[in-house]
């Protein structure tokens, strides 16, 4: 899993390790640990406005996406900036351009 091969080299091993993972209060019971991590990324850029739509899980959640019908492969790091205001009043179907303005 290159994701958590990443996480490691940064230096963020203890999720995965079951000796030092602490998610008791999730489960209820010590030893719960990750094993690997999935993350899809879309986004999707039309004249009408962006929109970006990522999906992360545990192996134990189960992810499932539209495949976009434009793909574009990503082989090594990068960055995506952006801003998210007002989460709860996001409304996909009316786009905000202001900050491109």
């Known amino acids: 899993n290159k994701l958590r091969d990443m996480l490691h080299e940064l230096g963020s091993s203890r999720p ?4 030092q993972a602490e998610f008791i209060n999730i489960s209820g019971f010590k030893g719960l640990h990750t094993t690997e991590i999935l993350q899809a990324v879309t ?3 039309s004249e009408d406005g962006n929109e970006i739509a990522r999906t992360s899980a545990l192996v134990t959640e189960v992810v499932s996406k539209v495949a976009p019908t434009t793909v574009f492969l990503v082989d090594r790091p990068f960055l995506l900036c952006g801003c998210v205001r007002q989460p709860l009043e996001w409304h996909p179907e009316i786009p905000d351009n ?3 303005l």
């Open 98 to 100: 202001s900050a491109l």
């Open 43 to 45: 986004v999707e850029v």
């Open 16 to 19: 995965f390790d079951p000796e």
